[in-house]
């Protein structure tokens, strides 16, 4: 089986930063891309960012400049610094890492996604 553990959520002013982690587990074979995802009340969930297994970036317009994507292929795990916080990024957020699993087949794994709320 495989796991993905979110962690660093919270409440922070605008303006302010929080770093969002996630961490893969499990019968993993490889690693893919890794990306974070976030999902406003009534709104579709929407990338935020995304990095390949080699390092390649992608990021929203929306983020790009605020938010870095970084990812530790040793410890299976990706993170997301986010600075200059608006309250428009609040919002729950998703990790999502493309994998193929020791058992089975390739497919996209969520994490159980962490709040972030910006107060103006």
């Known amino acids: 089986q495989v796991q993905l553990v979110e962690s660093g959520g919270g409440l922070v002013q605008a303006g302010g930063s929080l770093r969002l982690s996630c961490a893969a587990s499990g019968s993993i074979y490889s690693i893919n891309d890794m990306g974070w995802y976030r999902q406003a009340p009534g709104k579709q969930r929407e990338l935020v960012a995304v990095i390949t297994s080699g390092g390649s970036t992608n990021y929203a317009d929306s983020v790009k400049g605020r938010f870095t994507i970084s990812r530790d292929n040793a410890k299976n795990s990706v993170n997301l610094q986010m600075n200059s916080l608006k309250p428009e990024d609040t919002a729950v957020y998703f990790c999502?890492?493309?994998?193929?699993?020791?058992?089975?087949?390739?497919?996209?794994?969520w994490g159980q996604g962490t709040q972030v709320t910006v107060n103006s």
């Open positions: 999502n890492v493309d994998l193929l699993p020791i058992w089975g087949r390739r497919r996209q794994y």
